[in-house]
Nanobody, 126 residues
Framework: QVQLVESGGGLVQAGGSLRLSCAASGRTLSLYTMGWFRQAPGKERELVTGISWSGSITYYADSVKGRFTISRDNAKKTVYLQMNSLKSEDTAVYYC???????????????????WGQGIQVTVSS
């Protein structure tokens, strides 16, 4: 079992930056592939980015490539999402998620992830 808690969200102007953190408790984080999802009002939850358990494989949605960076510090049991050049369309609730059993790579389907944080609001004003 692992518990996930997101932090770092808030209100930012377009073009600005935010860094989200996902702190894990319970089992060692290095066992899990980690993902950041987001869900905007009226839209489905989508995978924004993910990182394999080793950190060697990452995935980025086309909409965030070149602007967002995912990283992990397994010793601190924390995953980060650095978001730069934010746009109004990045406004959403962001969720951290963990997958124990995918193997190599990053699963892109939300049902693959067993554990979820409570979500944190990111609002980008234009």
């Amino acid at each position: 079992q692992v518990q996930l808690v997101e932090s770092g969200g808030g209100l930012v102007q377009a073009g600005g930056s935010l860094r989200l953190s996902c702190a894990a408790s319970g089992r060692t984080l290095s066992l899990y592939t980690m993902g950041w999802f987001r869900q905007a009002p009226g839209k489905e939850r989508e995978l924004v980015t993910g990182i394999s358990w080793s950190g060697s494989i990452t995935y980025y949605a086309d909409s965030v490539k070149g602007r967002f960076t995912i990283s992990r510090d397994n010793a601190k049991k924390t995953v980060y999402l650095q978001m730069n050049s934010l746009k109004s369309e990045d406004t959403a609730v962001y969720y951290c998620a963990a997958d124990c059993c995918y193997g190599s790579g990053v699963p892109q389907i939300s049902s693959e992830y067993e554990y979820w944080g409570q979500g944190i609001q990111v609002t980008v004003s234009s």
